[in-house]
């Protein structure tokens, strides 16, 4: 698509300078900060209000007398309806823009946890839940896509990772919550505190800009419609792209260019919610029940958990630019993968300590160059259907189904050990998937990935 061509939508767009900004790919400019700021806030508040549902499971199930099995039940539910809100919010951001759909998102879920907090009854419990999550996932797509149109192609891996690793920043904040607040004053308080996230939405109105690359697109819709309407004829290029453009949105994921693509994409997401699934989900329930922790010992494990994880999301962001994205996949998958194992098998509290935050530099790690694939490998015009899509898909395989597999390995053996074991040998498939069919896009434009 050439950006020589300029449609009337990004005439009128170009009227502001934040716009103008964020459309230079050679400067990183005010804009650009602005717009990685709000990326991050929103994935650190995401990563708080994921994990203090998992910090309070303990006392949730305690608290409205279920077993695990129904908890497992309950959560699934919740998981279902979220995963529809992951499919739902990136795709009204292609056909309505990425800065206005993130403002609303963030505000949605942000303004929903509290409802939460008063639910007297499980059910209740259970759909409040589902709501906070329709509304919560559409955070995964929305930011990174409006940081991987906007940022220069040189650092979009390295920016994508840092803005993930504030969901790390997100997670110790949590366990400052589960900490001192709801070890001393119960659940339902802590889920009162996300709503200050909601200000974020306004930030996000008033400093980020809309995306030039969805813009563009736009005008190349109007362009060749009025075209069309005329009876002009097309360029080969413009025909080549409407004869795509035009089919059912979700139909295009699977037409032969881009079949592959989708098909990575999907592998790595679905890899990616396996592996966190099976140990992120379960771990304050495994240190509670079987390791005997409190609810403040257990907080402040995931405090450091999390500020240490980060790390692995800043190195993975570098190597992801500097040698590739697959060398990032390599080497965090690899460092995960031997000190989770060790992990399972410490037999003391300093030896988990010690394997558990080094484990975390991997297992959040390879999300950098993970979120960066599924944000570049999609062209503009299906790039939000694609991202919903690939993660709707994974969240219902390691999110929904794949638990039924973790809670029946735990009650079979009496130990979340041998489920726990699972995720050496899911980081090992992930990588060979990578290694063999996964294409290298470090440093490209989007225009040069898939149009």
Known sequence: MSEAVIGPLEASYRNSPAFVAASDQTQVTRTHWHIAIANGLGWGFDGMDGVIFALAT??????????????????????????????????????????????????????????????????????????????????????????????????????????????????????????????????????VVPAVIALIAVYVRAKCPESPYWVRTQDRKRRIKEALAAGRGLSAEDQAWVDKAGRIPLRQLFLPDMRRNTAVATFVACCSTTIYGTVGSWMPLYLSQERHWSTAQYGTFYIWWGLVGFLGLLAAGWISDRFGRKPAFYAMLAEGAVFVTLWVFAESTTALWVFGLLWSIGFLGFWAPAMTLTAEIYPTRIRGVGNGFTWSVAWLFGFVLWPFVTVALKQHTGSFAAAFLVVPAAMALMALGIWLFSPEHAGAELDAISE
């Open 58 to 191: 303990p006392l949730i199930i305690r608290d409205y007398g279920v077993t695990l099995g129904e908890y497992r039940s309950g959560l699934q539910i919740a998981l279902l309806i979220g995963i529809a809100g992951m499919y739902f919010w990136p795709w009204l951001a292609d056909r309505y823009g990425r800065r206005t759909l993130l403002a609303i998102n963030i505000a949605a879920f942000s303004l929903l946890m509290p409802v939460v907090a008063i639910a007297p009854t499980f059910a209740a419990f259970v759909a409040a839940r589902s709501a906070v999550g329709f509304a919560l996932n559409g955070e995964w797509a929305l930011g990174s896509m409006l940081v991987a149109e906007t940022w220069p192609a040189r650092l979009r891996g390295r920016v994508i990772g840092i803005n993930r690793g504030t969901w790390c920043f997100g997670a110790a904040a949590a366990g400052a919550i589960a900490t001192w607040i709801i070890a001393d004053h119960g659940w339902r308080i802590a889920f």
